[in-house]
């Protein structure tokens, strides 16, 4: 069960990489249309400027306006077995037949379910516009339930044999038939349920800004505590995406007011006391910059060199662009306790900043969240909020290497560089002597990918393939047939979890890639293994 929670989890991940490149935009184009920083002169409607400005920014609100069509035709890329495409096709047919449906007997018999189809869809009616149908804000919660279901019915339905007569209906046409009757119950029952959950999320929302700082640390604990299960997702999604702390997600909230707010004099957590749940991007910015001075202090003299060259790529990248698990996971399998502390900071970091006043939307890094969204829309009249902010991150900077360099050394752990604990770049020598201890050796020149697919025990040894943002995450048949955690930190792996017959390989931000590689090499192998098996026959 868990396994395919985290499949799940790491499915959403797929659409949620959309979003940094059209916050960006949409960041730089609001700043751009802001007479603080630009002028009256180029921001009247007249001007041509402020016209190329504004369909700029236009094209930047694709991702933000359509966030459910988009997570629903995202999820089947990581979800679907096989034909990924072809089940994105489906789920986008259905998603939009479940809507259509909800539209129709809304319509037809809204009295009955108390919701009135009758209203204009503005905030706090209920309703919404997908693809221009008139149907209940479900948000991005209907959109993972449709497409998950959807997804599940094309795995099981996709490949199956109809009889001759029946052939046209095979394959995806089978799958989407299924789906329209399934989709038929699933209307109603989101008609008479989803108004009950909509009253529920108004609590959970009032919950939240009455907690204050204890939600923050809470949210931000969890947020960080349960990355090395792939859980992670689960927590921030509702709040960044979602409704779960104000109707349409932090992400959208921000920026359909970021211009407002950047114009405003009153205090941001006044105007915005929910984007202290979007705080937990502060312990990749400045966090990270700690824990990686303390692990390159406490190396030993002639291994700072090399850890250097480990640590550097894997800081920017959680600085720059908030991808933290290069470089979590280079101490989370050495020392959990670490990653256990580094959650507690992360979590007091943020409350302290909320109780300062900082609030906004930064989740990411510096390049994507905080320069174009937060800090140089903010400076003019938040100025002081700003400052707070990097004051009180960079005294957690030293906290972290303070707290890090200590229990290293107090509890002699052994990170990378420290006496027996080596640190070396890895070569072709490196990995033909890792691959000497093992029982089936691979050609000096393969690729990455398919040394990984012969770690991984071979093409029929795979029962499904995912990834997140840094991660492979693969189910097995028979973990016994795997080679050991040096052989894929030979092939360039930061680090592999194992979990019954489930093992993430921790491989960077270019997985996507090696991913889609090891789908075409299993491809491959499978039509060659039946191209010899016919020409045998």
């Given at each position: 069960m868990l396994s395919q929670i985290q499949r799940f989890g790491g499915a959403m991940f797929t659409p949620v990489l959309l979003f940094p490149f059209a916050g960006m935009v949409v960041g730089i184009a609001i700043m751009l249309r802001n007479p603080l920083f630009v002028g009256e002169a180029l921001t009247t409607p007249d001007n041509l400027f402020a016209q190329i400005v504004h369909i700029i920014e236009e094209g930047g609100w694709a991702v933000f306006r359509n966030m459910p069509l988009i997570f629903a035709v995202g999820l089947p890329i990581g979800l679907a077995k096989q034909a990924q495409g072809r089940a994105c096709l489906a789920v986008l047919i259905s998603f939009l037949t479940w809507n259509y449906f909800i539209n129709a007997m809304g319509m037809t018999w809204g009295h009955f379910f108390g919701v009135n189809f009758a209203a204009d869809p503005v905030t706090g009616s209920g309703l919404t516009l997908i693809a221009g149908i008139k149907t209940l804000d479900t948000?991005?919660?209907?959109?993972?339930?449709?497409?998950?279901?959807?997804?599940?019915?094309?795995?099981?339905?996709?490949?199956?044999?109809?009889?001759?007569?029946?052939?046209?209906?095979?394959?995806?046409?089978?799958?989407?038939?299924?789906?329209?009757?399934?989709?038929?119950?699933?209307?109603?029952?989101?008609?008479?349920?989803?108004?009950?959950?909509?009253?529920?999320?108004?609590?959970?929302?009032?919950?939240?800004?009455?907690?204050?700082?204890?939600?923050?640390?809470?949210?931000?604990?969890?947020?960080?505590?349960?990355?090395?299960?792939?859980?992670?997702?689960?927590?921030?999604g509702p709040f960044v995406f979602g409704p779960a702390a104000v109707e349409g997600g932090i992400q959208v909230y921000w920026a359909q007011h970021l211009q407002e707010f950047s114009q405003s004099t009153e205090a941001l957590k006044t105007l915005f006391p929910q984007g202290g749940f979007a705080l937990h991007g502060n312990s990749k910015v400045f966090g990270s910059v700690g824990i990686a001075l303390a692990l390159w202090y406490t190396a030993s003299p002639e291994n700072r060199v090399k850890v250097a060259g480990l640590l550097i790529p894997a800081t920017l990248t959680a600085v720059l662009v908030g991808i933290t698990e290069p470089l979590e996971f280079t101490f989370l399998f050495i020392s959990p306790l670490l990653f256990a502390v580094h959650a507690v900071l992360a979590a007091s970091m943020a409350t302290v900043m909320y109780s300062f006043g900082v609030v906004g939307n930064m989740g990411g890094g510096l390049l994507d969240q905080f320069l174009p969204q937060n800090w140089i829309p903010m400076f003019h009249n938040h100025a002081a909020m700003v400052l707070t902010q990097i004051g009180i991150g960079l005294c957690f900077t030293a906290l972290y290497f303070l707290v890090f360099r200590t229990l290293i050394v107090r509890l002699n752990l052994k990170t990378p560089g420290r006496e027996a604990s080596e640190v070396k770049l890895y070569s072709k020598a490196d990995y033909k002597a890792a691959r000497g201890h093992t029982t089936a050796p691979v050609a000096a020149q393969t690729s990455q990918a398919a040394g990984f697919l012969k770690a991984l025990g071979g093409t029929a040894n795979i029962e499904s393939i995912n990834n997140c943002a840094t991660r492979l995450r693969i189910t097995l048949n028979d973990m016994a047939k795997t080679d050991s955690d040096d052989v894929f930190k030979a092939l360039g792996a930061h680090g592999v979890v194992r979990r019954g017959n489930g093992i993430q390989v921790i491989v960077g931000l270019h997985v996507p890639q090696v991913r889609e590689q090891l789908e075409f090499l299993m491809k491959t192998t499978v039509t060659n293994e039946l191209s010899t098996l016919s020409e045998a026959v």
């Open positions: 948000s991005i919660i209907g959109a993972i339930a449709i497409s998950g279901l959807v997804t599940a019915i094309h795995n099981r339905y996709f490949d199956k044999p109809l009889p001759v007569f029946l052939g046209i209906f095979q394959g995806t046409s089978f799958v989407v038939i299924i789906a329209f009757l399934a989709m038929i119950p699933c209307a109603w029952l989101t008609l008479l349920g989803w108004p009950k959950v909509q009253l529920g999320i108004e609590s959970l929302q009032a919950f939240l800004r009455s907690a204050g700082a204890l939600g923050v640390w809470v949210y931000t604990f969890l947020e960080r505590i349960l990355i090395p299960t792939g859980l992670h997702h689960f927590v921030y």
